[in-house]
């Protein structure tokens, strides 16, 4: 058995013990031949912006909770991402958004622990400006509150997630 994680203690399929589960990646049973691979997952990220500055959410939970994030989430079956967007946008903040107010900006990966779980998620990051930096919280179970912050007066250090930090670092500050 591998030593490198500890998620799984037995295969999925037959209880065996005898597997290896390489890099947080391959699941192989050597008595039962089950095979998983564990995939990146998809997630957005919306940049919403309002003259010189970006609108940052608190996390309400973890992982990161109480550090900067921005709103967003994992992209459902069968939906695109700009549709992904739309919807967590309008489920997050109550905004309706069109795929058309959102312009692409890059993908970067992540790392996401979830219940001792390592997701790995492939970000993609759109950019959306606002007229008004009047916006309040719908899902008050996720965001704890809003912080509208000056490009210049970023902290980097207080971002949660390694895919968010570089992108603003790279393009925003």
Known sequence: MSTETNF?????????KNFTYH?????HCFDCDFV??????????????????????????NPDKGKL???????????????AACREIKEELGLEIT?????????EPNNYMYKNVAYRTMDIFY???????????????????????????ID?????FVSIRKVIEERYV
């Open 8 to 16: 799984f203690q037995y295969c999925p399929n037959c209880a065996s």
């Open 23 to 27: 890099n947080n990646f391959k699941f």
């Open 36 to 61: 998983l691979y564990h995939n990146i997952a998809a997630a957005v990220a919306v940049v919403f912006t309002f003259e010189d500055k970006i609108l940052f959410t608190v996390r309400n939970v």
């Open 69 to 83: 994030d921005l709103p967003g989430g994992f992209i459902d079956p069968n939906e695109t991402a700009e549709v």
């Open 99 to 107: 795929s058309n107010d959102l312009r692409y900006i890059i993908t």
């Open 127 to 153: 950019e959306c400006a606002l007229g008004s930096d009047d916006v309040s919280i719908t899902a008050q179970d996720e965001i704890n509150e809003l912080v509208w912050t000056k490009r210049s007066e």
């Open 156 to 160: 980097l250090n207080k971002i949660g």
